[in-house]
């Protein structure tokens, strides 16, 4: 990078952290700390959503998922969320506000009992600082190693990993959610416009490309090409420009565009707290519903920004990304033969020839002089360099590659899209840390372990578990870049599918039986996640969005049977505390339904 660039990039973040810490510099309360004082108003709660929702996760996961055989299909998690987001504000909002809540854990103690409440807040901590941090810290880290790298400025994965993960601790621990909503205005707007930069790069590169620089989207070669990049495009990738696959695909098969989809959408825009924290600090239900529908109208935008960049990378550097693959499995062989680790994962891909590289018979070498079991490695690993797979690429660096290769230099754009990467992985991870945050301050130990506490040392605890979960985090987070976990963003869903579907159920169901008693609760929580495991590992072929699925109605199933077995003798109300103007938007439910026939036409367009 040019001095320009550098000096964008870093004015950036200097002006985003100050921004957050400056806004909420008088925060020492826990309202006011965890929920911005219950202020915020539509447009601070929209592009919240957005900042705290878009980051490496999407742009680098999802981004390359759309250059691997997925495409367009992968957007249904954006589409989805829009349809998703306008039935949580006018179904779900009104509970939570009416109610006075801090956290989703707490308003099922609202509904069942307070053994619910810690079993989904001790579930939410698991898999906020387990899969949501440490994923978004790898991602994001994994991005700007890479990005950095392809500008001559070398660091580690480890080192990047903990750079993310402090640079977002410093405001969240300083001004809490209202520190987070500042800043994620400035990083959303960036990301949104950093994505459209991005986008118009990559069209104007395909659209000037020759035959013999492109590929289409299964990786052959090309005779001819029509003009303007959006209709080569449309003409490369007709395969990857359809919503539907088939039954039998193991990511999204079009059974989960009916049923299995659903389930992580709305649990995750309805009931992760690092999400709806957001929400929970409305000014009114006015205010978040607004904001909700803002966020919605700004989803359908998202795969444009990621999803077609991602395909339009393929095509023009799927050369590229088979020599990252390269790189990768030789640099991961290397670290496995030379610490004598497991080498069942190394299967040589197609475009290793071992003639070729002296070093993987070097490796196997230095693993037979070794003792027994080393030799017996040797003997695994033999097995599995001579089984081929197809063609490898590094699907995951379809950004950098678009960054690195496209975006002109010294102009200030380079640094500008750079600071908006890095914004949006911040947002995100100061989404994380904030909500996990008061899930432990608010249910466990401001409800078990100190009830007496003051405000003060509220905010006190809140901040010390902000600086714990980044640390535990920076020691996950490195561990991800093994291979057999098989994508970020796919390791990052499924892994949520052990508390998502047993989550959305255990609410749904509450809010549609009120005479449920509270045992019914506590069993679908615990239901889930054994259910959820032995299916995976029962009939590992079934895709992960169908166990959600399968998962969801038979904790339903088993929630009504108690419903019948014991009943309560009258239904549970949910009463008001009056801490929250609840009068429903008008306006918000106008737009809330053109966002939806928006998003069916995508639907249609795409199907």
């Not at 000096?7 to 006011?32: P, Q, Y």
Request: with cysteine; charged share 15%.
């Amino acid at each position: 990078m040019g001095w320009f660039d550098v000096l964008i990039f870093v004015a950036f973040i200097v002006f985003v952290v100050s921004l957050g810490m400056f806004k909420s510099r008088h925060e020492t309360d826990s309202e006011a700390y965890f929920l911005a004082g219950r202020g915020l108003t539509w447009w601070l709660i929209g592009i919240s959503l957005i900042a705290a929702n878009i980051s490496a996760e999407q742009f680098v996961g999802m981004s390359g998922s759309a250059a691997n055989y997925l495409g367009i299909a992968i957007a249904s998690y954006e589409w989805m969320a829009a349809i998703t987001l306008v039935v949580v504000a006018f179904a779900f909002l009104p509970y939570f506000l009416r109610a006075g809540i801090y956290t989703i854990p707490e308003f099922l103690e609202h509904r069942y009992n307070h053994w619910a409440r810690l079993l989904m807040a001790i579930f939410m901590m698991i898999i906020l600082i387990g899969v949501s941090l440490s994923g978004v810290i790898y991602a994001g880290a994994l991005t700007m190693r890479d990005l950095l790298r392809d500008n001559g400025i070398e660091i580690s994965l480890t080192a990047a990993c903990w750079i993310m993960g402090l640079i977002a601790a410093a405001y969240v621990a300083f001004g809490g959610l209202k520190a987070c909503a500042w800043a994620d205005l400035v990083q959303g707007s960036a990301l949104i416009l950093g994505g459209g930069v991005i986008l118009y790069f990559a069209l104007q590169r395909l659209g000037a490309a020759t035959p013999s620089e492109v590929v289409n989207g299964a990786g052959k070669a090309v005779a001819a090409l029509p003009d303007g990049g959006w209709r080569r495009l449309m003409e490369l990738n007709p395969m990857k420009l359809h919503m539907v696959l088939p039954r039998t695909d193991l990511n999204i098969p079009w059974t989960a565009l009916v049923v299995g989809l659903w389930i992580p959408n709305f649990y995750y825009w309805g009931l992760n707290q690092y999400i709806t924290q957001r929400v929970l600090g409305s000014a009114s239900l006015r205010e978040g519903q607004k904001g909700i529908v803002f966020a919605a109208a700004l989803k359908l935008l998202i795969p444009f920004i990621i999803v077609f960049p991602g395909i339009i990378a393929f095509n023009l550097f799927s050369r590229d990304m088979a020599a990252r693959a390269e790189e990768d499995f030789l640099r991961q062989f290397e670290h496995a033969a030379a610490t004598q680790d497991s080498v069942e994962v190394f299967v040589l891909p197609e475009q290793l020839d071992p003639a070729r590289h002296p070093k993987l018979a070097e490796y196997a070498e230095r693993i037979r002089a070794h003792n027994d079991a080393a030799r017996q490695r040797a003997n695994e690993l033999a097995r599995s360099v001579i089984e081929r797979r197809p063609l490898l690429y590094k699907h995951d660096s379809a950004l950098a590659l678009l960054i690195g290769k496209l975006i002109p230099k010294n102009r200030g754009i380079m640094g500008f899209v750079l600071a908006a990467m890095l914004g949006a992985i911040v947002s995100s991870l100061a989404a994380v840390l904030n909500a996990a945050s008061t899930i432990f301050t608010m249910d466990v130990f401001g409800r078990y372990l100190y009830p007496q506490a003051s405000q003060r040392l509220l905010v006190g605890v809140g901040r010390f578990c902000v600086g714990l979960f980044v640390v535990v985090g920076g020691l996950i987070s490195p561990m991800l870049d093994n291979p057999k976990f098989g994508g970020i963003f796919k390791y990052i869903q499924e892994f949520q599918g052990y508390v998502s579907p047993g989550i959305l159920a255990v609410f749904v169901f509450g809010l549609l039986n009120r005479r449920a008693p509270p045992a019914a609760g506590v069993v679908g929580l615990l239901l889930n996640p054994v259910l959820y495991g032995v299916i995976a590992w029962a009939w590992p072929n079934i895709a992960f969005l169908d166990r959600m699925a399968i998962c969801f109605f038979a904790v339903l199933a088993v929630m009504q049977v108690i419903g019948w077995i014991r009943p309560l003798p009258q239904p549970v109300e949910f009463r008001s505390s009056g801490r929250v103007d609840v009068q429903s938007s008008h306006g918000a439910a106008v737009f809330g339904v053109v966002v939806v026939l928006v998003t069916i036409a995508l639907y249609i367009r795409f199907w």
